[in-house]
């Protein structure tokens, strides 16, 4: 059973940063597609960044030049840095795992942007 335990989240003024981390059981860095999510209120779930392999990343539009994915194979586990951060950045962020028929999801973990 592969789980995703995502950490890092919490209350930050505008302009401000976090970084969220998801730590997998497994090694999963190198060989599954993994990918943050976000969910605010009332708006379904975008993704945000999504690295397919360490070196291959792409961030949503809105958020290049102030978020970044990484990941650390040694540790199983995978960022997201968030700098610059505006109100609208509010939500539940998700990591997820993907390879083949494999989907997988963290909890969430809520980050709330305001001053």
């Known amino acids: 059973q592969v789980r995703l335990v995502e950490s890092g989240g919490g209350l930050a003024q505008p302009g401000g940063s976090l970084r969220l981390s998801c730590t997998a059981s497994i090694q999963l860095i190198g060989t599954y597609i993994m990918s943050w999510y976000r969910q605010s209120p009332g708006k379904e779930r975008e993704v945000v960044a999504i690295?397919?392999?360490?070196?291959?990343?792409n961030v949503l539009d809105s958020v290049k030049g102030r978020f970044s994915i990484s990941g650390d194979n040694a540790k199983n586990a995978v960022y997201l840095q968030m700098d610059n951060l505006k109100p609208e950045d509010t939500a539940v962020y998700f990591c997820?795992?993907?390879?083949?028929?494999?989907?997988?999801w963290g909890q969430g973990v809520q980050v709330t942007v305001s001053s």
């Open positions: 690295m397919a392999t360490v070196g291959s990343t």
């Open positions: 997820r795992a993907t390879k083949g028929a494999y989907d997988h």
